[in-house]
């Protein structure tokens, strides 16, 4: 059974910072991985997707990395921002069953 | 850009009552999602739709859960009767048919609480 791990479950950094969250895996056979960051009392916005023949994704001052054989996955966000606070969640689509399994996110807070 | 719409965004009911949850996926995403997710936790599957067909529904309870898309296009998520273990926020979420390459897109929920 597939489980996704994200560790810490919160950071807290201050403003400007770079910072990288982590997302594992325990089942390498994925279709692909997604990052989405949650707002509080929101739904999820979809930040990055990186197809499982993919290294690397990049979307302004986001950049997620993936490597299937290890069962990882991070995030990297550059010069931090107080409005990048929020939960960051990664979801793995498996290949066997189309099924999508979510961690349980990072909470993130940037000090001004 | 085009959103997924639910509502209502908030929802207050006594235990034993019945609640209804609507969403409006993007205009030609095939793939419709019902979420539940507990405060602290990842979203967890309810039910999968492609076009009006439910593809994964393993694990939703159907004693007191149903979900219909009609028409393709729109979904209503019921419970009934309310249990207070329900409380949670309800997503739902779309994509194009072909999953694999297109990301999920989710609303901003309807929130819960049973009393």
């Known amino acids: 059974k597939q489980e996704v791990t994200q560790i810490p479950a919160a950071l807290s950094v201050p403003e400007g910072e770079n910072l990288v969250l982590n997302c594992s895996f325990t089942d390498s056979a994925i279709y692909n991985l997604q990052w989405f960051r949650q707002d509080p009392g929101k739904g999820l916005t979809s930040l990055l997707l990186i197809q499982s023949s993919q290294r690397e994704q990049t979307s302004g001052r986001l950049n997620a990395s993936l490597d299937k054989s290890s069962g990882r996955s991070t995030l990297y966000i550059a010069a931090s921002q107080p409005g990048d606070s929020a939960t960051y969640l990664c979801?793995?689509?498996?290949?066997?069953?189309?099924?999508?399994?979510f961690g349980k996110g990072t909470r993130l807070h940037i000090l001004p | 850009e085009a959103e997924v719409a639910q509502s209502p965004r908030y929802k207050i009911t006594e235990k034993s009552q019945a609640v209804a949850f609507w969403c409006d996926p993007i205009?030609?995403?095939?793939?419709l999602y019902w979420y539940r997710q507990i405060l602290g936790q990842g979203p967890e599957l309810l039910v999968q739709?492609?076009?009006?067909?439910?593809?994964?529904d393993s694990q939703l309870p159907k004693d007191r859960f149903s979900a219909e898309r009609l028409k393709g296009v729109d979904s209503t998520l019921k419970i009934q009767p309310a249990e207070l273990g329900d409380s949670a926020m309800y997503l739902c979420a779309s994509s194009l048919l072909d999953r694999h390459n297109s990301p999920l897109h989710f609303g901003n929920g309807t929130r819960l609480t049973v009393t």
């Open positions: 979801a793995v689509v498996m290949n066997r069953d189309d099924k999508i399994i």
């Open positions: 739709f492609q076009d009006e067909s439910v593809v994964d």
């Open positions: 205009s030609g995403h095939a793939t």
